[in-house]
């Protein structure tokens, strides 16, 4: 019996085989041969239940668990498909199947050494066991050991060539053994033997993706979605490769996609900004007024409600998506939309001028209603704006407290100037029958807040907060919790810290062993509003998953957005960093990523997270990069210069000023900078009240202080590539002197900032009394 092994992220595998057993205490042939019809008809469901009839009947008869199990997996249900093969293999311990199924099922579970043990265990009774040498390919694959792997499938191909799995297997190896031309042709191959084969089409997918061939890789990442389209990883990694490629002319099948990809979240939505940018600017009615808006000319109510008005970009679904899902990152589309909202502001102050509103207008003004909550309204306003907004929010003030009706444009309107929330008695307003577009703005501009509310009175306290930087940053984020976001992207889930670990730094070299529970304990060290949590309880979904933060604001919002999701196994609570040496607790993983360069002492703040840090355990890390901010740290010192404070008013006002002088000075790229585009990440990009900053050098003398060994960095898969090329004498590109040179060479390498993982070091005094140059 047998399950296509996919290394983690690579591929998900077709169903097992199943084949009748001699000699069955009881069970007859035809039971088995009805067992085995069911299981290659497909029907898992009816399988499962009469398998579990025999094991009830014939609990003797190790083919019925051995069934069991099979099904089970082919389900991908490998807890449950484990003990059932263990029970067969106690009734039938020399029966090759279930020995090769139990090391799938292993291996799956991130299990690679005992997986490894009983694959070669099936081999030892059947040397010619095709799915096994199959099976320990992968494995080996798996654990580092590509060379054998690739002799193992080698072999497994004389024995069976015409067959595609064990061709797309190879593939795997070849991978690993950075040999890609071969692997493109290993998986052509299994294409060529089974032109459906979906795992294959994702896996040169994926090969031409790091080969920088996205065009390419869209098309097989595509064709992977055409034959399972509710996979996730396929989603998951179609929208990673498109989001490399901006279009020049409309490709209806790849923009269907891409709005298939906001609405179902298959990354990040912000991820796929540029590319969305491309296809909305094909719309000729945005290209043009655009061009309008250059020649100085501004939008009036007639241009919104005209024959072919501007309410018809409610008819663009991508732009809808963007709006209701991101903040529009993009200079020119913003200035567009800001227009348009003043206009809207304008027809809605004129007697009569809401009977324009029909479906498509209101569908507009909702979704601009969102996006500036979502922006936190940062999008600048004249004062003649101010003054009409500040008349109408005083008019439906009014209306509320007399319960007199408010139509649906006045709200939509006010929405996008003014949060529903700030006006009297809000929660009345969710008492009211409004239309599907007014109802969502309620719901997200009230109703949730108020939940967050709830959520923040309850919120525990583990440590109290006392450091006077800390209850700076605290402030910072009660008034604006960043960032604010709506979806999470898909995240493959790892069945064990060790199995993503082998699968984000293959050539890492780890003196230790690995724990390969997947049980295992996680600390997120300041998880501000939750999206790197949840990304973390579903990479990990049996962990046990502490999320602690300064911010109750922050922690309010992290706490519904999880259960919304529907995600259990995170707890949240209030704590400082710094104090974190108090809290009775060890972890196998800490994250703490963005969070110690604004404390006053980051290394202090290291230092308590690694008391909490179990002996085996693993960090991932996140500080800002020195090199990668210098002209964010220039921007910095003008708005310390000018005396400009972090409010509201004076962030939008220099905010405006960069955009309007990008063109003429090196500020440019901030103006492309996603937290640019929304209050609470422009205040965090540029008004932050407490940032520290790090070079490689500095980095590396901490990681000697703390005695911590480098497992790797986060990066893109081009810069690794650059990086290789650069220095192929460093193959787990761990070396810290080289990555230094390498980032003079390439200042915006670290541009988010240094993402990485380490380990408490194992290494000899010699090791650890190097030091790296700082360099001008």
């Given at each position: 019996m047998?399950?296509?092994?996919?290394?983690?992220?690579?591929?998900?595998?077709?169903?097992?085989?199943?084949?009748?057993?001699?000699?069955?205490s009881g069970?007859?042939?035809?039971?088995?041969?009805?067992?085995v019809?069911?299981?290659?008809?497909?029907?898992?469901?009816?399988g499962?239940?009469?398998?579990?009839?025999?094991?009830?009947?014939?609990?003797k008869?190790a083919f019925?668990w051995?069934?069991?199990?099979?099904?089970?997996?082919?389900?991908?249900?490998q807890?449950?498909?484990l003990?059932?093969l263990?029970?067969?293999?106690?009734?039938?311990?020399?029966?090759s199947?279930s020995l090769?199924s139990?090391?799938?099922?292993?291996?799956?579970?991130g299990?690679?050494?005992?997986?490894?043990?009983?694959?070669?265990?099936?081999l030892?009774?059947?040397?010619?066991?095709?799915?096994?040498l199959?099976?320990?390919?992968?494995?080996?694959?798996?654990?580092?050991?590509?060379d054998?792997?690739?002799?193992?499938?080698?072999?497994?191909?004389?024995?069976?060539?015409?067959?595609?799995?064990?061709?797309?297997?190879?593939?795997?190896a070849?991978?690993?053994l950075?040999r890609p031309?071969?692997?493109?042709?290993a998986y052509?191959?299994?294409i060529e033997?089974?032109?459906?084969?979906?795992?294959?089409h994702?896996?040169?997918g994926?090969?031409l993706?790091?080969?920088?061939?996205?065009?390419?890789s869209?098309?097989?990442?595509?064709?992977?979605?055409?034959?399972?389209p509710d996979?996730?990883?396929?989603k998951?990694?179609?929208?990673?490769?498109?989001?490399?490629l901006?279009?020049?002319?409309?490709?209806?099948?790849?923009?269907?996609?891409?709005?298939?990809a906001?609405?179902?979240s298959?990354?990040?939505?912000?991820?796929l900004?540029?590319?969305?940018?491309?296809?909305i600017?094909?719309?000729?009615?945005?290209?043009?007024t655009l061009?309008?808006?250059?020649?100085g000319?501004?939008?009036?109510?007639?241009?919104?409600?005209?024959t072919?008005?501007?309410v018809r970009?409610?008819?663009?679904d991508?732009l809808?998506?963007?709006l209701?899902t991101?903040?529009?990152?993009y200079?020119?589309?913003?200035?567009?939309?800001?227009q348009?909202r003043?206009?809207?502001l304008e027809?809605?102050a004129?007697?009569?001028?809401?009977r324009l509103f029909d479906?498509t207008?209101?569908?507009?003004?909702?979704?601009l209603?969102?996006q500036?909550?979502?922006?936190d309204?940062?999008?600048?306003?004249s004062?003649?704006?101010?003054?009409r907004?500040?008349?109408?929010?005083?008019?439906l003030s009014l209306?509320?407290?007399?319960?007199?009706?408010?139509?649906?444009?006045?709200?939509?309107?006010?929405?996008?100037?003014?949060p529903?929330?700030?006006?009297?008695?809000?929660?009345?307003?969710?008492?009211?029958d409004?239309?599907?577009?007014v109802?969502t703005?309620?719901?997200e501009?009230?109703?949730?807040?108020?939940?967050?509310?709830?959520?923040?009175?309850?919120?525990?306290?583990?440590?109290?907060?006392?450091?006077s930087v800390?209850?700076?940053?605290?402030?910072?984020?009660?008034?604006h919790?960043?960032?604010?976001?709506t979806?999470?992207?898909?995240?493959?889930?790892?069945p064990?810290?060790?199995a993503?670990?082998?699968?984000q730094?293959?050539?890492?070299?780890?003196?230790?062993?690995?724990?390969?529970?997947?049980?295992?304990?996680?600390?997120?060290?300041?998880?501000g509003?939750g999206?790197?949590?949840?990304?973390?309880?579903?990479r990990?979904?049996?962990?046990?998953?502490?999320?602690?933060d300064?911010?109750?604001?922050?922690?309010?919002?992290?706490q519904?957005?999880?259960c919304e999701?529907?995600v259990t196994n995170?707890?949240?609570?209030?704590?400082?960093i710094?104090?974190?040496?108090?809290?009775d607790?060890?972890?196998?993983l800490?994250e703490s990523v963005?969070?110690l360069?604004?404390?006053?002492?980051?290394?202090a703040?290291?230092?308590a997270?690694?008391?909490?840090l179990r002996p085996?355990?693993?960090?991932?890390?996140?500080?800002y990069?020195e090199?990668a901010?210098?002209d964010?740290?220039?921007v910095?010192?003008?708005?310390?210069r000018?005396?400009r404070?972090?409010s509201a008013t004076?962030i939008?006002a220099?905010?405006?000023?960069?955009?309007q002088?990008?063109?003429?000075?090196?500020?440019?790229?901030?103006t492309r900078?996603?937290d640019f585009?929304?209050?609470?990440g422009?205040?965090?990009?540029?008004?932050h009240?407490?940032?520290?900053?790090f070079?490689?050098?500095q980095l590396?003398?901490?990681?000697?202080?703390?005695?911590?060994?480098?497992?790797g960095?986060?990066?893109?898969q081009r810069?690794?590539?650059?990086?290789?090329?650069?220095?192929p004498?460093?193959?787990?590109?761990?070396?810290?002197?080289?990555?230094?040179?390498?980032?003079q060479?390439?200042?915006k390498?670290?541009?988010?900032m240094?993402?990485?993982?380490?380990?408490?070091?194992?290494t000899?005094?010699?090791?650890?009394?190097?030091?790296?140059?700082?360099?001008?």
């Amino acid at each position: 019996m047998r399950k296509n092994n996919r290394p983690p992220g690579s591929h998900v595998p077709s169903r097992p085989g199943m084949r009748r057993a001699a000699g069955s205490s009881g069970l007859s042939t035809t039971e088995q041969d009805a067992l085995v019809a069911l299981f290659n008809a497909g029907r898992l469901s009816e399988g499962e239940a009469m398998a579990r009839d025999f094991t009830r009947r014939y609990p003797k008869a190790a083919f019925s668990w051995k069934a069991l199990g099979t099904l089970l997996l082919a389900c991908d249900r490998q807890r449950e498909a484990l003990p059932a093969l263990q029970q067969a293999l106690k009734l039938n311990p020399r029966d090759s199947e279930s020995l090769n199924s139990l090391g799938k099922t292993l291996q799956d579970l991130g299990q690679l050494d005992a997986a490894l043990d009983m694959i070669e265990r099936a081999l030892s009774l059947r040397p010619d066991y095709v799915s096994a040498l199959i099976n320990r390919g992968n494995v080996l694959v798996q654990l580092g050991r590509a060379d054998e792997a690739s002799a193992c499938l080698d072999r497994a191909l004389i024995l069976q060539p015409d067959s595609a799995s064990a061709h797309n297997d190879q593939g795997h190896a070849l991978k690993a053994l950075g040999r890609p031309e071969a692997a493109l042709a290993a998986y052509a191959h299994a294409i060529e033997l089974k032109p459906d084969f979906a795992e294959a089409h994702h896996n040169l997918g994926s090969v031409l993706r790091d080969l920088g061939r996205f065009e390419e890789s869209l098309a097989h990442y595509g064709r992977a979605l055409d034959l399972k389209p509710d996979w996730p990883l396929a989603k998951s990694q179609y929208a990673h490769c498109l989001k490399r490629l901006t279009f020049t002319q409309d490709r209806p099948e790849i923009r269907a996609r891409l709005v298939q990809a906001l609405r179902e979240s298959w990354c990040r939505p912000h991820e796929l900004m540029a590319t969305c940018i491309s296809f909305i600017r094909l719309n000729p009615l945005i290209e043009s007024t655009l061009a309008s808006l250059d020649r100085g000319e501004t939008l009036t109510a007639a241009d919104l409600f005209g024959t072919t008005g501007l309410v018809r970009l409610a008819d663009d679904d991508l732009l809808m998506g963007l709006l209701e899902t991101c903040s529009i990152a993009y200079a020119d589309l913003e200035r567009l939309l800001t227009q348009v909202r003043r206009a809207l502001l304008e027809a809605v102050a004129l007697n009569g001028a809401t009977r324009l509103f029909d479906a498509t207008a209101r569908q507009l003004s909702a979704a601009l209603a969102r996006q500036c909550h979502l922006n936190d309204y940062v999008w600048v306003e004249s004062d003649p704006e101010t003054a009409r907004v500040e008349a109408l929010h005083g008019a439906l003030s009014l209306a509320l407290r007399q319960q007199a009706s408010i139509a649906e444009p006045y709200l939509l309107v006010l929405a996008a100037y003014r949060p529903l929330l700030t006006l009297p008695e809000p929660a009345r307003l969710l008492e009211h029958d409004w239309s599907k577009q007014v109802m969502t703005v309620l719901i997200e501009q009230v109703r949730e807040p108020l939940l967050e509310a709830e959520y923040r009175r309850a919120m525990p306290c583990l440590i109290a907060i006392a450091d006077s930087v800390s209850v700076a940053v605290r402030a910072q984020y009660e008034e604006h919790p960043y960032p604010r976001w709506t979806r999470a992207g898909i995240v493959p889930p790892a069945p064990t810290i060790a199995a993503y670990i082998r699968q984000q730094f293959p050539n890492a070299h780890l003196q230790a062993p690995i724990k390969q529970d997947s049980e295992v304990s996680i600390l997120v060290a300041g998880c501000g509003t939750g999206l790197h949590s949840l990304e973390i309880a579903r990479r990990y979904p049996e962990a046990r998953i502490l999320a602690v933060d300064l911010s109750l604001s922050s922690l309010a919002y992290a706490q519904r957005k999880t259960c919304e999701l529907g995600v259990t196994n995170i707890r949240y609570a209030q704590a400082d960093i710094l104090r974190l040496d108090e809290l009775d607790e060890s972890f196998d993983l800490i994250e703490s990523v963005g969070v110690l360069h604004h404390l006053q002492d980051p290394v202090a703040g290291w230092k308590a997270l690694l008391a909490r840090l179990r002996p085996d355990g693993f960090m991932s890390i996140g500080l800002y990069s020195e090199w990668a901010r210098r002209d964010i740290v220039r921007v910095r010192e003008q708005i310390a210069r000018e005396g400009r404070q972090p409010s509201a008013t004076q962030i939008r006002a220099f905010r405006q000023q960069l955009l309007q002088q990008c063109d003429a000075s090196n500020d440019g790229h901030l103006t492309r900078s996603a937290d640019f585009y929304s209050l609470s990440g422009c205040r965090d990009l540029l008004f932050h009240v407490s940032e520290q900053r790090f070079t490689l050098p500095q980095l590396a003398d901490v990681l000697h202080e703390l005695e911590l060994s480098l497992v790797g960095f986060i990066l893109d898969q081009r810069v690794m590539a650059r990086y290789a090329e650069r220095f192929p004498d460093d193959p787990s590109a761990t070396n810290l002197e080289h990555w230094h040179r390498f980032e003079q060479e390439h200042p915006k390498t670290f541009a988010g900032m240094y993402q990485f993982w380490v380990r408490k070091a194992a290494t000899s005094p010699m090791q650890r009394d190097r030091r790296l140059p700082e360099q001008p």
